[in-house]
């Protein structure tokens, strides 16, 4: 087991096992081979990471922001000197190549630590006049948040949900997909070293059920999920049993837009970044590619010679462009849709099979694939692939791509690449998508507040934005004369 930690859970500051509980394993996807073997957390195990957490908040909670800044700034810098070893243990647990998560991953996860770390200090209310009396409000932290994870960006993942909350003066549980369960428990043990106390970032494992645990405890006050839409609409309906706020950031279907005007090779670029980083496995990705018709023929002959050009391979050579897909189970879903789009009538332009890597024969790869001649009622038109899947559609007029753009259940992101400025905002402002781009597609820095609108999800991550998510307002009057009564 080359990637086995002390234990499945991290509670109350220690790593923690409960062997009553079921046994699961990670698996490296560019072999099948079992990395680790853990137990899924049993309702003991969970009842514990909720009481420390719930212990330790009342501390944190009056701790100074600038204080807790300190320790998520340590944290973010062990983070960075530790990035080549996390950044290993990413792709054993995820298959995304090592040249990804070099720079993606758990150095993402530090910039949120450093960013959520130097707003801590400055998080406030608001001082109201009344004339002699006034009102003020206090920002005050929400209690213990339960954070449950997917397993695209787990330690991204992780961390833009605990750096805010802990900047706020919260306690986290955290739940990490099941099927990459690793590096939320190297996280949590990197926020002890930074001197954070015990009890503030627990880690507990196991599947829907233990997260629907998290959902349902009184004792927790708060939930954020990243996964998929029918996940957020299971987790929203068990939140409001016990009127919990959810920040729900879910799946897409996104639109990214090429007018003729642009400049090509960067809307390729763009193409190239929002649906095969990742092996396509990005919530954001740009899967519908929308081009201006008289720049079609230009636009897919630049994308088909580069995608040419990807390198499928080891994932831990720096060299591959290219990893696995995540599971087994995820492979013969994308697989699945790359029969269909043929079956629908989609010309095939590349790839569409699983792909064969030397000296991998188990490894989950799939050729990067793209359709042209999509028609908007095609199911890999509307339906959430999460592969390396791009479907192309032509247009004709900015109204019809506003149209056809927004005709979908989703709304997570967009994209538009033009060379005109006031085409381009025009177009954005119409756009029916929590999160656009212009002329760029899919950079997500931590300064910009990241999330979805329609079923895509609910609530902000990342930027100021997430403060509002991890705090709670207090009103208070302050009476200057004397209280009166009409009786
Ligand atoms: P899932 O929805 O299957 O799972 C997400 C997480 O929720 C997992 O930890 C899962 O546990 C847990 N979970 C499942 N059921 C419940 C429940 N009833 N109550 C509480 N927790 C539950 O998503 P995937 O992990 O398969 O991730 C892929 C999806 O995530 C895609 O749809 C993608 O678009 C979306 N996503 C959205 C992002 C965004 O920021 N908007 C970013 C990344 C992905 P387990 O899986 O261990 O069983």
Aim: charged share 20%.
């Amino acid at each position: 087991m080359r990637a086995q930690p002390p234990a499945s859970h991290f509670i109350d500051g220690v790593f923690h096992e409960d062997v009553e509980g079921a046994p699961f394993e990670s698996l490296y996807p560019a072999t099948g081979e079992a990395i680790a073997r853990l137990h899924v957390a049993t309702p003991a195990a969970v009842e514990l990471a909720v009481a420390s957490a719930a212990r330790a908040q009342v501390a944190w909670g009056r701790t100074s922001g600038a204080e807790r800044g300190r320790v998520l700034r340590r944290a973010a810098a062990i983070l960075r000197e530790r990035n080549r070893e996390l950044s290993e243990l990413e792709t054993l647990d995820t298959g995304k190549p090592i040249a990804e998560t070099l720079v993606a991953d758990a150095a993402s996860g530090a910039d949120c630590l450093d960013w959520f770390a130097n707003l801590a200090g400055d998080i406030r209310g608001e001082h109201v006049e009344l004339g002699q009396s006034f009102v003020y409000t206090r920002r005050e932290p929400l209690g213990v948040c339960a954070g449950i994870g997917a397993w695209n960006y787990p330690i991204q993942i992780a961390c833009w949900k605990a750096a805010p909350a802990l900047a706020c003066g919260n306690a986290m549980v955290f739940k990490p997909s099941e099927t990459t369960p690793l590096s939320a428990l190297k996280l949590a043990e990197i926020l002890g070293e930074a001197g954070l106390p015990a009890g503030l970032f627990n880690v507990v494992q196991g599947s829907g059920e233990v997260g629907a645990a998290l959902v349902a405890h009184p004792k927790v006050a708060k939930v954020s999920v990243t996964g998929s839409v029918a996940t957020g609409s299971r987790v929203m309906r068990a939140a409001a049993e016990t009127i919990k706020p959810v920040t729900l950031e879910l799946g897409g279907k996104s639109p990214l837009i090429v007018f003729a005007d642009a400049d090509l090779d960067a809307a390729v670029s763009g193409a190239l970044l929002g649906n095969f980083y990742s092996a396509g496995q990005i919530c954001s990705n740009g899967t519908r590619v929308f081009v201006e018709r008289s720049a079609r023929a230009a636009f897919v002959g630049k994308l088909l010679a580069r995608v040419a050009k990807i390198r499928l391979g080891d994932p831990l050579d720096e060299a591959t462009g290219m990893g696995p897909l995540v599971s087994r189970a995820q492979m013969e879903r994308v697989l699945a849709y790359m029969r269909l789009g043929q079956e629908e009538g989609a010309t095939l332009e590349c790839g569409g099979r699983a792909a064969r890597v030397e000296g991998f024969p188990d490894g989950l790869f799939v050729e990067p694939t793209v359709f042209t001649g999509v028609s908007d009622g095609m199911r890999i038109a509307k339906e959430e692939i999460f592969g390396p899947v791009m479907s192309v559609f032509d247009f004709d007029g900015e109204d019809e791509v506003v149209a056809r753009a927004n005709a979908t259940e989703f709304g997570l992101a967009a994209g538009v690449f033009t060379r005109d400025v006031q085409r381009a905002h025009r177009v954005v402002a119409q756009l029916q998508a929590g999160t656009c781009w212009i002329n760029a597609y899919n950079l997500t820095p931590v300064e910009m507040p990241f999330g979805g609108v329609k079923r895509s999800g609910i609530g902000r991550e990342n930027g100021r934005a997430a403060i509002e998510h991890y705090t709670q307002v207090k009103s208070v009057y302050v009476e200057m004369g004397t209280a009166e009564a009409p009786y």
